[in-house]
């Protein structure tokens, strides 16, 4: 009784105004509360205070971002993506997100062209990186470019775009320790080799797995030595 009560005075500080005047800083600080602590439903009501009451507020593109995440969190792909759109440009975490909703609604052909928007984004801050005026410069994200690869072969591979698929994921498996994703895109890799009759990629991919080949399902490892 006592955990519950303790929730819902938390969640009452977050909804209810703390004068009646607040800034929309006041009002930002409190939906990334709200959206850290997994408030989502409390995320989008103070969100929209934000976009209604302050036009021109500092934060709005941060705003339709944590916005398209909660509406991602609570599987409303739809208002998701239509959030992203706000900062989908400029924003590589948005592409990525945007992405996921419509992976996540088999709009495949979306979903990729909201991949290839956000690796192109990281290619230019990679490049920035690099440069001799921002030497040093770091940017973050919250999610990593082995997962945005990875799915950006998926959605071209449900495009029928196979050879672009291929691509996306050789590249990936040569610069990359897959970790999680590692056997889905290898099978994926392998399916493709295998449907189109290259032997000599599927000579290669089986030099860059054989030391761990063993992981796979035994079904597939014996196709693999078959091929």
């Given amino acids: 009784m006592k955990r519950i009560l303790l929730a819902f005075v938390f969640i009452t500080s977050l909804v209810l105004p703390l004068s009646a005047a607040e800034t ?36 709005t593109a941060r705003v339709h971002f944590i ?45 990729y062209k909201s991949f290839c928007k956000g690796l192109n ?39 029928n775009k196979r050879d672009e698929a291929a691509g996306i994921l050789e590249y990936t498996l040569i610069n990359f320790n897959m970790e999680e994703d590692f056997q889905p895109a290898v099978q994926l890799l392998f399916s493709i080799y295998k449907d189109t009759s290259n032997k000599q990629r599927l000579t290669w991919l089986y030099r860059q797995i054989s030391g761990v080949i063993e992981c796979f399902p035994k079904e597939w490892s014996h196709a693999m030595f078959y091929y």
Avoid at 28 to 36: C, E, K, V
Avoid at 52 to 59: M, P, R, T, V
Avoid at 69 to 74: A, E, G, H, V
Avoid at 139 to 154: G, I, N, P, T
Wanted: proline share 1%.
């Fill in 121 to 159: 984004l990281l290619t230019k801050e990679e490049a920035a990186n690099t440069s001799a005026d921002s030497a040093g410069a770091a940017f973050e994200h919250d999610f990593s470019k082995r997962s945005l690869l990875v799915y950006s072969a998926f959605a071209a591979d449900n495009c």
């Fill in 24 to 59: 929309d800083s006041q009002l930002y600080n409190r939906l990334t509360s709200a959206y850290d602590s997994g408030f989502y439903p409390t995320v989008l009501t103070l969100s929209e205070r934000i976009l209604s009451e302050f036009l021109y507020s500092q934060y």
């Fill in 67 to 111: 916005r398209g995440k909660s509406f991602f969190r609570l599987s409303r792909d739809a208002e998701a993506v239509n959030e992203f759109d706000f900062v989908v440009d400029t924003n590589a975490d948005a592409a990525y997100w945007q992405g996921m909703a419509y992976y996540r609604q088999k709009n495949f052909e979306s979903a």
